[in-house]
């Protein structure tokens, strides 16, 4: 069963802080191109962070950089998203996802960023 379970998701004041975490079963994070994405209503699904396979060479949307770092700990299959600074903006549904192939998408973790 190919699962992508997010979590580590919830409300915090503009300036704080999550980390999100993606657990995945029936493939290997560490074989994959692995993706941070996320969705506002009314919005498209934007990508906003990726690492590769071999390297853990990372990639950010430039919305994010700086302030958002994408990990993976291969040990326990599960990639992170640790997220500072957060402003209002940064708030949506997250997922996480594989690339190259994609794979389907978990139902997602919300951040909510709001005084």
């Known amino acids: 069963q190919v699962q992508l379970v997010e979590s580590g998701g919830g409300l915090v004041q503009p300036g704080g802080s999550l980390r999100l975490a993606c657990a995945a079963s029936g493939f290997t994070v560490s074989t994959y191109i692995m993706g941070w994405y996320r969705q506002a209503p009314g919005k498209e699904r934007e990508l906003v962070a990726s690492i590769s396979p071999v390297g853990e060479t990372t990639n950010y949307a430039n919305s994010v950089k700086g302030r958002f770092t994408i990990s993976r700990d291969n040990a326990k299959n599960t990639v992170y998203l640790q997220m500072n600074s957060l402003e209002p903006e940064d708030t949506a549904r997250y997922y996480c996802?594989?690339?190259?192939?994609?794979?389907?998408w978990g139902q997602g973790t919300q951040v909510t960023v709001s005084s």
């Open positions: 996802n594989k690339l190259r192939p994609m794979g389907y």
